[in-house]
């Protein structure tokens, strides 16, 4: 099956500090990306989808400007958390498509981050 | 009314017992439906994919499809406490590439 991998795996930041989170898919060419946040006993929340070379697609109430996407190629989108504050402590999760048949989303790992 | 609904659990089976997880959709022009497995503290693991109605078997899991009634289920055979999870149902939009939307997820607990 396709493989999608997150970097880092665990995060501890000062509050006030921006965080850059890496997804990558390993053997295919993803020309989509999804970006999800989980917090603790509770379901996957989409934050923004993203596609190879053009602006992110946020959803309603995620800060564009807090969240920066780039999806600078076809197997990398990267996830950054400007001026992280505690609240943004949470379970970050990206998943790839490569829009094929399928349409099968592969989700990476995901990063803990933690904001002291 | 959710887009994407799950029973409720938490759902208990004994070991070897089949487990059953239901989901309704309320987008009628859904073409992709996924069963993601997530254990407690790890991402979402692809298990099964549907798209036309009927029956579509893998091992131990079948996952069933039925469009003109906007539900899908996925049923485990002869569960094992290691599919002990959170069953995510997942519905595709109408062209590919589309968001997924979730539904809640249904915690399963199989006991030896």
């Known amino acids: 099956g396709a493989v999608v991998s997150q970097h880092p795996s665990r995060v501890i930041c000062k509050s006030g500090t921006s965080v850059k989170i890496e997804c990558r898919s390993l053997?295919?060419?993803?020309?989509?990306m999804f970006w999800y946040r989980q917090f603790p006993k509770q379901s996957l929340m989409l934050m923004a989808t993203?596609?190879?070379?053009?602006?992110?697609?946020?959803e309603q109430g995620v800060e564009k400007d807090k969240f920066l996407i780039n999806h600078a190629s076809l197997t990398l989108s990267t996830l950054t958390v400007t001026s992280a504050h505690p609240e943004d402590s949470s379970f970050y999760i990206c998943?790839?498509?490569?829009?094929?048949?399928?349409?099968?989303?592969?989700f990476g790992p995901g990063t803990r981050l933690t904001v002291l | 009314q959710k887009e994407v609904e799950q029973n409720s659990g938490p759902l208990s089976v004994p070991e070897g017992a089949i487990a059953s997880l239901n989901c309704t959709y309320s987008?009628?022009?859904?073409?992709?439906f996924f069963w993601y497995r997530q254990y407690s503290g790890k991402s979402p693991e692809l298990i099964m994919s549907?798209?036309?109605?009927g029956d579509k078997e893998d091992g131990r899991f079948t996952a069933q499809l039925n469009k003109a009634s906007q539900y899908v289920s996925l049923l485990i055979r002869d569960s094992q406490p290691s599919d002990s999870a959170t069953y995510l149902c997942?519905?595709?939009?109408?062209?590919?590439?589309?968001?997924?939307?979730f539904g809640e997820g249904t915690q399963l607990t199989v006991n030896p």
């Open positions: 998943s790839a498509s490569d829009r094929g048949p399928t349409d099968t989303q592969y």
């Open positions: 053997d295919f060419q993803a020309t989509t």
């Open positions: 993203s596609n190879e070379g053009s602006k992110a697609t946020y």
């Open positions: 987008d009628r022009v859904s073409q992709s």
């Open positions: 549907i798209y036309s109605n």
């Open positions: 997942a519905v595709g939009g109408e062209t590919s590439g589309s968001r997924l939307t």
